[in-house]
């Protein structure tokens, strides 16, 4: 039994009940419970129609996963209030609801992402449904910035409309999340609403400060290509086929670039035409935040994901620590998958900033200290065509100002 100082101090924490929409292999629901301070955030359920995400989120979450396809839930008004009886939401003094809807079909990285046809768009507007039937004190959700171009502002503003009429304030912002504190540059729409009206937070970290690929991974066992740490079974290098282990060892240790001459010739010449697909069989640079991690990250060819140092791709071990994850999480399911969770995971650190803010905002504490630092691209009109190219802008700008 605690001490009566003990028990006021547990009396005087918040409550705040959390449903995972979209949960994935937990990245939200891992960052949100290691919120500290005048709340606690207690994961109710995740929501996720991947069996193997649901495996990880329960194994790793320790909460059920239901895996209800969430199109289904917004249709359905008696299937809607089962769940909704079953969560019990009134037991907690508040509630939040996390809808970070599948990304790939807003990705402009996606060549038929334009034709209309992908029915994960309208996710986000079912999910902003829901939201308006459970009616939680904070929502907070998360997605690719392309999700604010022209051609998917439609479902963004429907999804938005909705929360307004329910009686939302929503704010909605791009950052880039390594300054969150994530080895990583990772450009995010950003998505919050509360009942009353709010400014969302900065991000505090300056480029300058920003951390990198060494602080992240630099203290793992050393791996060659196909081997594995006995200690760990998510730190396991690829088998990569002898072509790819042929380029990686003409590609320059720390950060370099395939050489012209080496590996496919339509390489050259794409990147002779338009400099394009640089990053292609590229390395991780030590000291400097990793380039963004997809589900494609074990692949050299598909990205910058060469190790720095050994001539192989990344292990699942080192894409979800420079995802933020920590340092013991475990993904099921085959190899392979292992990758994909973690590529399309929200990150568990930059959860826990955000949900730091929210538990604030929700407790009426001092916000200010939320405030100082890099302000997000705030969003209330569509942003163009594409993010890519702001994104490609926002670097060279810090290329230029670095080289001053």
Known sequence: MGTLKQMQDAASIMAIGVVDFFCGAGGVSAGLRSVKGHARLHIVAGIDNDPYCAR??????????????????ARSKELLASKIESWALDRFDKVLL???SPCQGFSAHRKAVMDGSDPRRNLFEAFCQIASVIKPDAILMENVPDLFSVGHWSHFEAGRQRLADAGYQTRSGIYNFAGFGLPQ???????????????????????????????AIGHLPPLYAGEADKRDTMHISSRHRQSTLDILRQVPKNGGNRPVGVGPACLDRTRKAHGGYTDVYGRLAWDRPSVTITARCRTPSCGRFAHPEYDRGLTTREAAL??????????????????????NA????????????????????EIASFMNGVRPIEVNAPVGPGFAVTINGIKKQRVRLNAA
């Open 98 to 100: 996390v809808g970070c």
């Open 346 to 365: 929200v990150s568990p650190l930059v959860a826990t900033k955000l949900g730091e803010f929210i538990a604030a905002k929700l407790t009426d504490q």
């Open 56 to 73: 990880t989120y329960e194994q790793m979450i320790g909460v059920p996963c239901d895996k209800t396809d969430i199109l289904e839930l």
């Open 322 to 343: 420079l995802q933020g994850f920590p340092p013991d999480y475990v993904f099921c399911g085959p190899f392979d998958d292992g990758f994909k969770q973690v590529g």
């Open 185 to 215: 540059e990772r450009f995010r729409a950003v998505v919050m609403a509360f009942r009353q009206p709010f400014e969302l937070p900065s991000a505090p970290l300056t480029p300058d400060k920003y951390r990198t690929v060494r602080d």
